[in-house]
């Protein structure tokens, strides 16, 4: 099935070690989009990426990276910089043109 | 970016109309609105969109009004899977990308 997976669903790691998330699309979009959710809050935007080898910060991209070298994936990397890490991390992609966006079921990152 | 405003609750009896309405008095001429919903701890999901004229699909109906400045997703015989956190976005672009600025949205409970 075509689609968005994002993985693990739940992620736990120790306070200061680097953590990726994983994120990758077959619906051939050129697209793609992390967003962080806190408890009761709405979505925030981190990185973005329009093309293969481009991504663009978003609002609250300190602390985090991205790479973008296959259409499919774009990992999301949670640095130690990043000063609380815990979170609902959303991963979605969408074709240029249009922003009816696919989201992915999210990782839940715990840091302890 | 145009700003939307949404109440942060709402109740609906199961099988009648849900109405949500939202502002968006700041929305230019060429954005659109896109309407999303979150069901608890799952990625948002697609529902609508529309820029000028009244839109309707197989999930729901969009009302906008004539000036632009707000809008209403109808979702006509509303069911217990419909409890959800609904996302009302006014798309941003960014260089041909589709930035999505997510509000607080309005949390939807249908009581049986």
């Known amino acids: 099935d075509g689609g968005i997976t994002q993985s693990p669903k739940y992620l736990f790691r120790k306070e200061g070690q680097n953590v990726t998330l994983s994120c990758e699309q077959n619906?051939?979009?050129?697209?793609m989009y992390w967003y962080r959710q806190d408890p009761g809050q709405g979505l925030r935007l981190i990185y973005y990426s329009q093309i293969v080898n481009d991504f663009q910060k978003g609002d609250i991209a300190e602390g985090y990276s991205v790479s973008r070298e296959k259409k499919e994936s774009f990992p999301l990397t949670v640095t130690s910089a990043q000063k609380n890490p815990t979170a609902f991390y959303l991963c979605a992609s969408s074709i240029v043109a249009e922003t009816e966006a696919f989201f992915g079921q999210g990782t839940r990152l715990t840091v302890v | 970016d145009a700003k939307t405003t949404q109440p942060p609750s709402m109740d609906c009896a199961e099988g009648r109309a849900a109405n949500l309405p939202c502002n968006h008095s700041t929305i230019s001429g060429n954005e659109y609105v896109y309407w999303y919903r979150q069901i608890h701890s799952q990625g948002p999901q697609y529902i609508i969109h529309?820029?000028?004229n009244n839109e309707t699909n197989e999930m729901a109906s969009l009302i906008i009004t004539e000036d632009r400045k707000s809008s209403t997703l109808i979702l006509p015989h509303a069911t217990l899977r419909d409890t959800a956190v609904y996302y009302c976005?006014?798309?941003?672009?960014?260089?041909?990308?589709?930035?999505?600025?997510f509000g607080q949205g309005t949390r939807l409970t249908i009581n049986p």
């Open positions: 619906l051939n979009h050129d697209a």
């Open positions: 976005i006014v798309r941003s672009r960014i260089q041909g990308a589709q930035k999505l600025v």
């Open positions: 529309g820029l000028k």
